[in-house]
C-alpha cells in the first residue's frame, strides 16, 4: 500500500512538472478574425496615425494622417494575405500624389505586429494596430474615471 502512494505521489508530481513547462501560444488568426477595424500607430505615436476597416474577405480601406496638422490620405486595401500569423495587405492610393506604401507584419485575433513603408524603400517604421472597439472601451474608461475623480474632488 505505501509503495502504491508513493508510486502515485511520484506520478502525480511529474504530471503537474510535465504540465508547468507546456507553452501556451495565441491561436493563429483567420479571415474572420481580421475583418473588423483596427487603429493605431507607431510606438512612440508622434507621427503616423492608422486605420484599418477590413471585411471578412480582406479588403477595404486603410487612412494614414501622417503628421497631425496634415489631412488624412486614404489607400484600398484590395486583398489581404494570411499565412500563419504572417499577414499583408496589397494597398492601392486612393489619392492624386499618394505615396504607395506597403503594410505587413505578425497578427494575432487581438492585434496586428506590422511595418509600413514606402515601396521605394527609403523609409519604413513599425507599427501597431488594435481592434478600434476595443480601444474605444478602454478609452471610455479612463475618460470616465478621471471625470468621476474630478467630480468627487472639486
Known amino acids: 500500500m505505501r509503495r502504491g502512494v508513493r508510486l502515485l505521489t511520484v506520478a502525480s508530481l511529474a504530471a503537474m512538472l510535465g ?4 507553452t501556451s501560444y495565441v491561436r493563429k488568426p483567420t479571415m474572420e478574425d481580421l475583418g473588423r477595424v483596427w487603429i493605431g500607430t507607431v ?7 492608422f ?4 471585411n471578412k474577405e480582406g479588403a477595404g480601406l486603410l487612412t494614414v494622417q501622417y503628421l497631425p496638422q496634415e489631412p488624412a490620405v486614404a489607400y484600398r486595401v484590395s ?7 504572417d499577414v499583408s495587405f496589397a494597398l ?3 489619392e492624386k500624389g499618394a505615396e504607395p506604401i506597403y503594410l505587413r507584419g505578425q497578427a494575432t ?12 524603400g527609403k523609409w ?4 501597431f494596430l488594435e481592434d478600434e472597439a476595443t480601444f474605444m472601451a478602454r478609452l471610455k ?14
Open 19 to 22: 504540465d508547468a513547462g507546456a
Open 43 to 49: 510606438p512612440k505615436g508622434i507621427l503616423e496615425f
Open 51 to 54: 486605420r484599418l476597416e477590413l
Open 79 to 85: 486583398r489581404t494575405s494570411l499565412s500563419g500569423y
Open 92 to 94: 492601392e492610393p486612393l
Open 109 to 120: 485575433p487581438g492585434d496586428l505586429d506590422l511595418e509600413v513603408g514606402g515601396v521605394t
Open 124 to 127: 519604413k517604421r513599425p507599427v
Open 141 to 154: 474608461a479612463v475618460t470616465d474615471r478621471a471625470q468621476t475623480w474630478r467630480a468627487q474632488h472639486k
